[in-house]
């Protein structure tokens, strides 16, 4: 699939605007932003500070890479943490969030060219249907975006992905995102359409699973399908592609807005879900407690265990994984929340810019 913007070299930003990226005022979780330099950044969280937007390096200017989009060669970046060494020259680019109580990577506002709007992206394929290759999974997707637009759920469900910024192929998955609970109604009903998707099942399973396990080590077979199967995903119908949807918080959504959290250090437990309404949504917010403690770097962790009251979680493949109930095998970081809220207290967090430690929640039991 060829970029829909002019062919312009990403050191000297497009004077059009591509029919994907439109300027527009607000900017959600999971679009993608454009900057001076031809970087493309995936939009992390809702909650930003004035001098940045959040997110890390999803496609950069790169000879080895296997995308072209305005006529440059770009390589796409799977994994958050290596948008540290992706941006080594760009120190601006590096900046401590309070929210999240650590430094991760962002895009200063001032450079963004060009905001990718999920919401957006999905009414401009509806409307202009040759911007996608023609290809099996695309009219998939077309197929799929018709349905949504159908059931009048256009306002609640986006495109997100290869497709949102034109770099997709004949081998690409289909990346949609809801806001809300009535987006996430939607795209279950969605996922049940099986003229349009198919559920993971028999020898599909395993392919499931190894395309999940190298990111969630540590989980059994049984377990991981089971965690997996809580979520929004399966193959859709034509051409078998992947296909998942990750449901998002709603607009004007205030959980986190007043959060401010402090790293204490590392632990590792075995924890009981006790909530998980708060888990349906990325960032996943589950109230639990800790049965055990396997590992720290802090002195007396069964000191701080008996006041660890919640997991947020900023890793989607851990959005509506998890039931009240369920024992969770959870690794992350332990941190104090502060917010008037109410949600105070001990937590333990999983975010994706750890460079050094690979945080994992794995249904135990």
């Not at 939607?186 to 396990?213: C, H, M, N, Q, W």
């Not at 997996?228 to 193959?235: H, M, V």
């Not at 807005?257 to 250090?265: F, I, K, M, P, R």
Request: aromatic share 8%; glycine share 10%; net charge neutral.
């Amino acid at each position: 699939m060829s970029a829909p913007a002019p062919s312009t070299p990403p050191s000297s930003p497009p004077s059009t605007p591509s029919p994907l990226g439109r300027e527009l005022p607000a900017v959600r979780d999971r679009d993608y932003l454009l900057d001076r330099s031809g970087v493309v950044f995936k939009v992390i969280g809702d909650v930003h500070p004035g001098s940045h937007w959040l997110g890390y390096v999803k496609y950069h200017p790169d000879p080895r890479g296997d995308r072209t989009l305005f006529g440059t060669t770009y390589r796409q970046n799977t994994i958050v943490s290596k948008a540290f060494g992706i941006l080594a020259d760009r120190p601006e680019c590096y900046v401590y969030s309070p929210a999240i109580g650590c430094v991760i990577t962002g895009v200063p506002r001032e450079d963004v060219v060009l905001h990718y709007s999920c919401r957006r992206a999905l009414a401009t394929l509806h409307e202009r249907p040759e911007l996608v290759d023609g290809s099996a999974v695309s009219k998939d997707l077309l197929a799929i975006i018709d349905w949504i637009v159908d059931q009048g759920a256009g306002d609640v469900i986006g495109v997100t992905g290869s497709f949102l910024v034109g770099v997709a192929g004949p081998r690409s998955d289909i990346d949609l995102v809801c806001y809300g609970p009535r987006g996430y109604d939607a795209a279950k009903s969605l996922f049940t359409e099986r003229s349009l998707i198919r559920p993971y099942e028999g020898e599909d399973l395993t392919r499931l699973y190894v395309r999940r396990a190298k990111y969630m080590a540590g989980s059994s077979f049984d377990m991981l399908l089971r965690q997996e199967a809580r979520k929004l995903q399966g193959l859709t119908s034509g051409a078998g592609a992947h296909i998942n949807c990750e449901p998002l918080r709603a607009d004007g959504d205030r959980t986190f807005h007043d959060v401010v959290a402090q790293e204490v250090g590392q632990i590792s437990v075995l924890a009981r879900i006790t909530d998980h309404r708060e888990g349906l949504a990325t960032p996943a917010l589950y109230g639990i407690t800790v049965d055990t403690v396997i590992a720290s770097t802090i002195d007396e962790p069964e000191v701080f265990a008996r006041r660890i009251t919640h997991l947020r979680s900023y890793l989607g493949a851990y959005t509506g994984a998890f039931r009240e109930g369920d024992t969770v095998h959870l690794s992350g970081r332990l941190v104090h929340i502060q917010g008037s809220s109410g949600r105070g207290g001990f937590g333990i967090e999983l975010t994706p810019w750890s460079a050094t430690e690979s945080y994992l929640a794995n249904l135990a039991r």
